[in-house]
């Protein structure tokens, strides 16, 4: 059974940063991985995603702010998140997969989940 644990949350003003990681217990590189969030009274929704090359997607509110990496050797998951908004505080989930369904942006598409980071920016 595949385990994700994130961590790297925390509570910062606006315009600063934070990197967030997600350990995974399992080779990283055999995994589409991604970075998704939840807002209360939202859904959560799709923050960036890397396939296995190592190619990634975004979501327009946050490319050119947020950068998605992993380490093949500590076999870890990374989004560092600069310039950060007030409206970027969620609850901050990585997600994994071998073989996405559907879209690498959609809930779905992941059955492996973490527990979730919570990321506040006043």
């Known amino acids: 059974h595949v385990q994700l644990v994130e961590s790297g949350g925390g509570s910062v003003q606006a315009g600063g940063s934070l990197r967030l990681a997600c350990e995974i217990s399992?080779?990283?590189?055999?995994?589409?991985m991604a970075w998704f969030r939840q807002a209360p009274g939202k859904e959560r929704e799709g923050v960036a995603a890397?396939?296995?090359?190592?190619?990634?997607t975004y979501t327009y509110s946050v490319m050119d702010r947020f950068i998605i990496s992993k380490d093949n050797v500590k076999n870890t998951l990374y989004l560092q998140m600069n310039n950060l908004k007030p409206e970027d505080t969620a609850l901050y989930y990585c997600a994994a997969e071998l073989t996405p369904s559907a879209c690498l942006s959609a809930v779905p598409s992941y059955n492996y989940w973490g527990q979730g980071t919570q990321v506040t920016v006043s």
């Open positions: 399992d080779n990283v590189s055999k995994y589409y």
């Open positions: 890397i396939d296995k090359a190592g190619s990634p």
